[in-house]
């Protein structure tokens, strides 16, 4: 019997024998003692008597109970924030063993991390404690396994139970919004308003209202050229975009979280407007103008012209040609300079003035753009052109009674040449004998001094025509002849007088018995001498044509003696004449004739008039 009288429910006892067995199992943990009172009796006495003993019996305990917790799956939270060595949870293992080391619970702590274990177990007490600064945005959760086991001697006996863990951390707003989007972003200048230009997206680790982000611009938006979807973060044209006037915008963007505090983060966020072909090349001047020297080899530099393009890339870069047109195939255009350049030897005298209204310059954007100009150039004159005489030879007849100074013939040379190279100045080369000057800016030839036919009646000379050009002159000449006309200037002159003729008193009529001779310088009829008699005579007539005296009658007397005075007049109008003596003898003698005086003096005071006695 024990002390909850029931033993006899554990034990039986072989009444004759008195040995003690197990009659079902003991459980240490149900019954640990067991106090049993035996009675014995002695048959052998009569009456018989009887006895007690009192059995105590210990159950030695066996490890056969594993410690157990009281959950099978646990869910522990905590803020990522807790400073280390913060208690998280006790676990509570029972383990229904009796004695003291079968039921002596140890902790031990399992994780599946690779990394640092996070959290620290006390062995004994099942304390859960931070071992190291708890980030959520690392790790959300954490699966923990932690196990139980008892302290049985042996250790092959030890018994164990596991419970899973997840420790979830809960999140504080410790995290700032981060930009995942390109701090970098390109718009086209001529999107319409309203267009997308960018997302900007940031990401924020944290949870809930921590990790929400909202969008704002904070500086670089003053003209309002953007907008921002505070929600969303998509940014869009708020106004026309003109890359000409600004290429670039430096926008300062914020992304805040909505936790409490907030916690923001900013952005410089560059904007880069791309350029679209609007803007037209612009010339730097409309008219260009430039000279160049005729004669010179192709290639000379004439000018370089310039354009501007607002635009970007391609659609800025220009190229340059020349339009066809007047004389544009005498010049060629570098297409990427704009310097121009001859393509040909240029004449002035040809065509002294280029304008060319066709000077382009087109971009290379697409659709291209283009703009032109104009170009005046003048053709610089070379001296290359000798003065040209209007005819190859000059030929003039003049009266010998010009009076001097008097213009006879102009001549007149021209020049193709420009400037000094083409003013033509005049001379004469050649020996005039000073009948004749030029006027050397005229050509006008003029008499220098009276003129005399019976002296020369022919000039011939040179003329030149000179340009006035101060490096290397040049010049031509031409052949002038003037011919002297007659003038009824010079009296007949007899070739003697007097004439004296003696005459045989038989001579037989019609018998030319004298003759007179005369001449005049003059030409033509001014010079054809015809003779007459100033007195008719009976006895005697003169031949006009050949001045012989003819005799008419016979002589009247062997001592007949005359004098006949005989005109010799030319045909000019009015007639120049002479008078000679003729003196006809019929005695064969000699009639003297002399001068009153032997020797005649006289005084002329200078400057006396022509004609004067």
Same mark, same amino acid.
């Given at each position: 019997?024990?002390?909850?009288?029931?033993?006899?429910?554990?034990?039986?006892?072989?009444?004759?024998?008195? &040995?003690?067995?197990?009659?079902? %199992?003991?459980?240490?943990?149900?019954?640990?003692?067991?106090?049993?009172?035996?009675?014995?009796?002695?048959?052998?006495?009569?009456?018989?008597?009887?006895?007690?003993?009192?059995?105590? =019996?210990?159950?030695?305990?066996?490890n056969d109970h594993a410690p157990c917790f009281p959950d099978d799956f646990l869910v522990i939270g905590i803020e990522e924030n807790v400073p280390v060595g913060t208690l998280l949870y006790t676990f509570n293992a029972k383990d229904a063993d009796g004695s003291f080391l079968n039921?002596? =619970?140890?902790?031990?702590?399992?994780?599946?991390?690779?990394?640092?274990?996070?959290?620290?177990?006390?062995?004994?007490?099942?304390?859960?404690?931070?071992?190291?600064?708890?980030?959520?945005?690392?790790?959300?959760?954490?699966?923990?396994?932690?196990?139980?086991?008892?302290?049985?001697?042996?250790?092959? &006996?030890?018994?164990?139970?596991?419970?899973?863990?997840?420790?979830?951390?809960? &999140?504080?707003?410790?995290?700032?919004?981060?930009?995942?989007?390109?701090?970098?972003?390109?718009?086209? %200048?001529?999107?319409?308003?309203?267009?997308?230009?960018?997302?900007?997206?940031?990401?924020?680790?944290?949870?809930?209202?921590?990790?929400?982000?909202?969008?704002?611009?904070?500086?670089?938006? %003053?003209?309002?050229?953007?907008?921002? &979807?505070?929600?969303?973060?998509?940014?869009?044209?708020?106004?026309?975009?003109?890359?000409?006037?600004?290429?670039?915008?430096?926008?300062?963007?914020?992304?805040?979280?909505?936790?409490?505090?907030?916690?923001?983060?900013?952005?410089?966020?560059? *904007?880069?407007?791309?350029?679209?072909?609007d803007e037209t090349p612009v010339f730097l001047k409309q008219l260009y103008e430039a000279t160049v020297h005729e004669n010179q080899d192709p290639g000379v530099f004439v000018t370089k012209v310039e354009a501007v393009d607002r635009d970007a890339g391609l659609n800025s870069l220009l190229r340059y040609e020349i339009l066809p047109g007047n004389g544009y195939e005498k010049f060629k255009m570098n297409s990427e300079s704009g310097v121009l350049v001859t393509a040909a030897s240029l004449d002035r005298e040809t065509q002294e003035v280029f304008s060319i209204k066709g000077k382009s310059c087109h971009d290379l954007g697409s659709p291209s753009r283009s703009s032109t100009a104009q170009l005046h150039l003048i053709v610089l004159d070379d001296n290359d052109h000798s003065p040209l005489f209007a005819k190859t030879q000059y030929q003039i007849s003049v009266r010998e009674d010009l009076e001097e100074g008097s213009a006879i013939l102009d001549l007149s040379a021209s020049d193709k040449d420009d400037g000094l190279n083409g003013e033509v100045f005049y001379s004469l080369i050649d020996d005039t004998f000073g009948?004749?000057?030029?006027?050397?800016?005229?050509?006008?030839?003029?008499?220098?001094?009276?003129?005399?036919?019976?002296?020369?009646?022919?000039?011939?000379?040179?003329?030149?025509?000179?340009?006035?050009?101060?490096?290397?002159?040049?010049?031509?000449?031409?052949?002038?002849?003037?011919?002297?006309?007659?003038?009824?200037?010079?009296?007949? =002159?007899?070739?003697?007088?007097?004439?004296?003729?003696?005459?045989?008193?038989?001579?037989?009529?019609?018998?030319? *018995?004298?003759?007179?001779?005369?001449?005049?310088?003059d030409l033509g009829s001014n010079g054809a001498v015809v003779f007459s008699l100033v007195t008719a005579e009976a006895a005697f007539r003169v031949d006009a044509q050949t001045g012989d005296i003819i005799l008419q009658q016979p002589l009247a007397s062997k001592l007949f003696s005359t004098q006949l005075l005989v005109t010799a007049s030319d045909q000019g109008s009015p007639p120049q004449t002479a008078t000679a003596v003729v003196i006809i003898f019929t005695e064969e003698q000699e009639e003297e004739i002399s001068f009153s005086h032997s020797l005649y003096e006289a005084s002329v005071p200078e400057n006396s008039a022509a004609g004067g006695h």
């Amino acid at each position: 019997k024990d002390d909850d009288d029931d033993g006899c429910a554990h034990f039986e006892i072989d009444s004759l024998t008195g &040995d003690l067995f197990l009659s079902r %199992e003991l459980d240490y943990e149900t019954a640990s003692h067991f106090l049993l009172q035996v009675m014995i009796r002695d048959y052998t006495d009569n009456p018989a008597q009887n006895s007690t003993v009192f059995l105590s =019996i210990d159950v030695e305990d066996q490890n056969d109970h594993a410690p157990c917790f009281p959950d099978d799956f646990l869910v522990i939270g905590i803020e990522e924030n807790v400073p280390v060595g913060t208690l998280l949870y006790t676990f509570n293992a029972k383990d229904a063993d009796g004695s003291f080391l079968n039921s002596k =619970i140890q902790y031990s702590l399992e994780t599946k991390s690779t990394g640092e274990n996070l959290f620290l177990l006390h062995p004994s007490h099942g304390t859960l404690s931070t071992a190291f600064p708890l980030d959520r945005e690392v790790s959300g959760s954490v699966i923990l396994t932690v196990s139980a086991a008892d302290q049985a001697v042996n250790l092959s &006996d030890r018994r164990r139970d596991s419970l899973a863990v997840k420790v979830v951390l809960l &999140d504080t707003n410790d995290n700032s919004p981060s930009f995942t989007s390109s701090p970098h972003s390109c718009v086209m %200048e001529d999107v319409e308003v309203g267009s997308l230009v960018h997302h900007i997206t940031a990401k924020d680790p944290d949870e809930g209202r921590n990790g929400q982000v909202s969008y704002h611009i904070l500086s670089g938006n %003053e003209n309002k050229a953007f907008l921002l &979807d505070k929600s969303t973060g998509l940014l869009s044209t708020a106004q026309p975009l003109d890359r000409e006037s600004q290429q670039q915008y430096s926008l300062t963007v914020m992304a805040l979280d909505d936790g409490s505090p907030a916690l923001s983060t900013t952005q410089l966020l560059t *904007v880069s407007v791309l350029d679209v072909n609007d803007e037209t090349p612009v010339f730097l001047k409309q008219l260009y103008e430039a000279t160049v020297h005729e004669n010179q080899d192709p290639g000379v530099f004439v000018t370089k012209v310039e354009a501007v393009d607002r635009d970007a890339g391609l659609n800025s870069l220009l190229r340059y040609e020349i339009l066809p047109g007047n004389g544009y195939e005498k010049f060629k255009m570098n297409s990427e300079s704009g310097v121009l350049v001859t393509a040909a030897s240029l004449d002035r005298e040809t065509q002294e003035v280029f304008s060319i209204k066709g000077k382009s310059c087109h971009d290379l954007g697409s659709p291209s753009r283009s703009s032109t100009a104009q170009l005046h150039l003048i053709v610089l004159d070379d001296n290359d052109h000798s003065p040209l005489f209007a005819k190859t030879q000059y030929q003039i007849s003049v009266r010998e009674d010009l009076e001097e100074g008097s213009a006879i013939l102009d001549l007149s040379a021209s020049d193709k040449d420009d400037g000094l190279n083409g003013e033509v100045f005049y001379s004469l080369i050649d020996d005039t004998f000073g009948a004749f000057a030029i006027n050397s800016v005229t050509g006008a030839i003029i008499t220098a001094k009276a003129l005399d036919q019976e002296t020369k009646a022919q000039y011939t000379f040179r003329a030149v025509a000179s340009d006035c050009s101060s490096h290397l002159p040049r010049s031509s000449t031409v052949s002038v002849v003037v011919h002297v006309g007659d003038v009824n200037d010079n009296n007949p =002159i007899f070739l003697q007088n007097p004439v004296m003729a003696f005459v045989p008193p038989e001579t037989p009529v019609n018998q030319a *018995v004298a003759a007179v001779r005369a001449e005049d310088e003059d030409l033509g009829s001014n010079g054809a001498v015809v003779f007459s008699l100033v007195t008719a005579e009976a006895a005697f007539r003169v031949d006009a044509q050949t001045g012989d005296i003819i005799l008419q009658q016979p002589l009247a007397s062997k001592l007949f003696s005359t004098q006949l005075l005989v005109t010799a007049s030319d045909q000019g109008s009015p007639p120049q004449t002479a008078t000679a003596v003729v003196i006809i003898f019929t005695e064969e003698q000699e009639e003297e004739i002399s001068f009153s005086h032997s020797l005649y003096e006289a005084s002329v005071p200078e400057n006396s008039a022509a004609g004067g006695h």
